[in-house]
């Protein structure tokens, strides 16, 4: 059995469609997790009505909810997600089929902006080439590119790592010490779709900024960079500027 974990604040006009997603898929043997961090509007009903388990924990923050999701999880493998995104039909159904391989220990699988403009669009596939073509190099060269709009991880091996760190890029952290652990696998095809609201809120050129510690992901080494960790600190403040502005109730 999956474990999907979402964690939530004020995703009223968003959460729906995941859920209609979920109940979509051709493959059902899975649980739906939703970590609450204290929503104002709508989202724990509509979440407990779309068939989740709920959990309301004021204030926690995004990937502590993460954690706190895949402790209380009864299924083999944890599926984190965002609520913003939407599920393609049979997405689930060939994720367990790769499980079926005992070794292997985490995949995780493209995304594309749901409108967006031209260049967004080009961005995002861009984007999915690059983590794709870096998962088949050969190690150590080797990248995993992990993203919790989809990240699929057996239980085990996410206890054995201790979660996700406490980190503005704790899922592409953690891509790293799963591609160093073993196998690993990127989903091209049938990608994901995700809310592009990120993108218009901040407009092109400064998401692009926003995301730039993302190359961590690839440049190992830049890690340990004093311009990145200044720029992550920064980027840490105003993504939770921005998850205040973005996740207020719907008027």
């Excluded at 006009?13 to 997790?33: H, K």
């Excluded at 984190?80 to 997405?91: G, I, K, M, N």
């Excluded at 220990?105 to 794709?132: M, W």
């Excluded at 979660?163 to 790293?176: Q, S, T, V, Y």
């Amino acid at each position: 059995m999956l474990s999907i974990v979402v964690p939530t604040l004020n995703e009223e006009g968003q959460v729906g469609a995941l859920l209609r997603s979920l109940r979509a898929q051709t493959f059902q043997d899975f649980e739906t997790i939703v970590i609450d961090g204290g929503s104002s509007d709508r989202t724990t009903e509509i979440c407990l009505k779309g068939g989740a388990s709920v959990s309301v924990i004021e204030g926690l923050g995004e990937f502590q909810s993460r954690n706190f999701g895949a402790k209380i999880a009864k299924g083999d493998v944890l599926v984190f997600s965002c609520a913003d995104v939407v599920f393609p039909h049979d997405l689930l159904k060939e994720m367990s089929s790769k499980f079926e391989d005992r070794s292997l220990l985490a995949l995780a699988h493209a995304t594309i902006p749901s409108q967006g403009s031209f260049v967004l669009r080009f961005e995002y596939e861009l984007y999915n080439v690059i983590r794709y073509i870096s998962s088949k190099m050969p190690f150590p060269l080797r990248r995993f590119s992990s993203s919790t709009n989809f990240l699929a991880v057996r239980k085990s091996v996410f206890d054995i790592l201790g979660g996700f760190e406490n980190d503005i890029n704790a899922d592409g952290l953690l891509g790293r010490k799963l591609v160093q652990m073993g196998k690993t696998y990127f989903g091209l095809r049938n990608p994901l779709i995700a809310s592009d609201r990120r993108a218009n809120y901040m407009g092109l050129m400064e998401f692009n900024k926003h995301y730039l510690y993302m190359l961590e992901n690839f440049i190992w080494p830049v890690s340990k960079s004093r311009w990145l960790q200044k720029m992550k600190l920064k980027r840490r403040t105003d993504h939770k500027k921005m998850h205040l502005e973005q996740d207020r109730p719907m008027s």
